[in-house]
Structure formats: structure tokens, C-alpha cells
């Protein structure tokens, strides 16, 4: 479960990007992450992986993120919107990530690729912006952790590959794994999440589950309460 309360983040003292979020994230769900551009969702993510370092009170089961212990990080994986590119295969990144998590497993990472059309034997440097987004996210897949923070996954992916990336994704939902996916794209999570977190400068306003948004705002269309909530027509 991840859990926050006061957490504050910002690059600059005086500016913060992320303000006295208080948040509940049980685990065993796949989150949908909305917002405006800017809001901070990219940050956010980054802050829970422990890529950066909040104040306030936040841990992911019962961990403090900011220790950056070998167990938490062995338990999540965050795929940042823009990744850093070395010049060698997937394969060759698979060889060096798989013993860093416990969990990694071949089969899945095999799968991923096959499924995305990925080849595993070409340079992510020669791959196209596409392709390489597909490649890391098949790798971040197959390290197999109970937490996947995704940021704009499928940018840059065409209407196949959107439709093979919630295949993969669908597959890998158990009650014990947490998948929080941010992305401007609502479109491409339908049929997918099932709880929704909206972000808007006063913090999280919203955040439920589709059934309960359903019975409170007479939809579960997420497009539709996510205009709504923010003002945008």
C-alpha cells in the first residue's frame, strides 16, 4: 500500500511542484494517474520510486522511499516517460538488470517482446522512438516487481501496440502487484484501470475506485469526470 500524507516536493524551495499531497493507494490495483501538464504527475512517480527526495510522511508498504533500502528497490520499477539510452541490445540491458531483481522473469520479457514486435538483437540507439519505448517497457515488465510506475507509456506507440501493451499489462494484475500509469492519453487506459487519482494544484482531488466515481458522478467515463473536475470544456 502506498500511503502519503503532507508530502511536498519541489526543484525550487520556494516553488513546489508537488504540495501537502495526502494519498491512500491500496495495493492490488491499476491506478490511473490524471492531470494537467505540469501539475506534477512525472514528480510524483518519481518521488514514490525514490528517485527523488520529498518531505513530509510517505512510505510503499511501510517503506520510506528516501532510504532507498535494497528490499524497496528490488520491489518497484519506474518507467520514466524519457529514459537514458545506452548503446546495446535489450538483451544486453536484460543481462545487466535481471540480477538486480529477484523477481525478473525471462518468460515475460520474452513474451513482451514477442508481443510488441520488438527485436531483441537490434541497438536501442538504431531503434525508433517507438521501438524503443516498447523495448523498455519489456524490460521494466519482465523485472516482475508488486510496484510498476509507468509515465506516459504509450507515447510514441501506434494503435496496435497500445492494444498489445493493455494486453500485457492486463496479464500481470494480480492482488498482490500495483501498477500506477500516468498519462495524458485516458483514452489508451480504458478497459484497463480500475481506480482513478486526479491531480489539480490543491493536491489530489479525487481518487476512487471506477465503481464508487460511477455512483457518484452517474459515469464511469474518466474523460468526462476528469473535465469536470478541473474545468476544462
Given at each position: ?27 492490488g ?11 506534477g ?7 514514490l ?11 510503499v ?53 514477442d ?84 491531480m ?34
Open positions: 500500500m502506498i500511503k502519503a500524507h503532507n508530502l511536498t516536493y519541489g526543484y525550487i524551495q520556494v516553488q513546489p511542484v508537488l504540495k501537502h499531497i495526502d494519498l491512500d493507494m491500496p495495493a490495483h491499476v491506478y490511473g494517474l490524471l492531470g494537467r501538464n505540469g501539475i504527475k512525472s514528480t510524483m512517480l518519481k518521488v520510486s525514490g528517485a527523488l527526495i520529498g518531505q513530509g510522511d510517505y512510505t508498504d511501510g517503506r520510506d522511499p528516501r532510504r532507498r533500502e535494497v528490499e524497496f528497490q528490488q520491489s518497484i520499477r519506474l518507467i520514466p516517460e524519457n529514459e537514458a539510452l545506452y548503446d546495446i541490445t535489450i538483451q544486453d540491458y536484460a543481462r545487466v538488470t535481471r540480477p538486480l531483481y529477484p523477481t525478473f522473469s525471462d518468460e515475460i520479457l520474452r513474451q513482451a517482446l508481443e510488441l514486435h520488438v527485436p531483441a538483437d537490434q541497438k536501442l540507439t538504431n531503434m525508433s522512438l517507438g521501438q524503443q519505448k516498447k523495448a523498455l517497457i519489456s524490460l521494466s515488465l519482465a523485472c516482475n516487481t508488486p510496484y510498476i510506475l509507468m509515465d506516459e507509456p504509450t507515447n510514441g506507440m501506434d494503435i496496435p501496440s497500445k492494444s498489445c501493451f493493455r494486453k500485457l499489462v492486463a496479464n500481470m494484475i494480480d492482488e498482490q502487484r500495483t501498477i500506477i500509469i500516468s498519462t495524458h492519453q485516458v483514452d489508451d487506459l480504458e478497459g484497463l484501470i480500475d481506480y482513478v487519482t486526479i489539480e494544484n490543491d493536491g489530489i482531488i479525487l481518487s476512487d475506485s471506477l465503481e464508487a466515481i460511477g455512483q457518484k458522478y452517474g459515469t464511469e467515463d474518466i474523460k468526462q469526470v476528469f473535465c469536470q473536475l478541473v474545468n476544462i470544456e
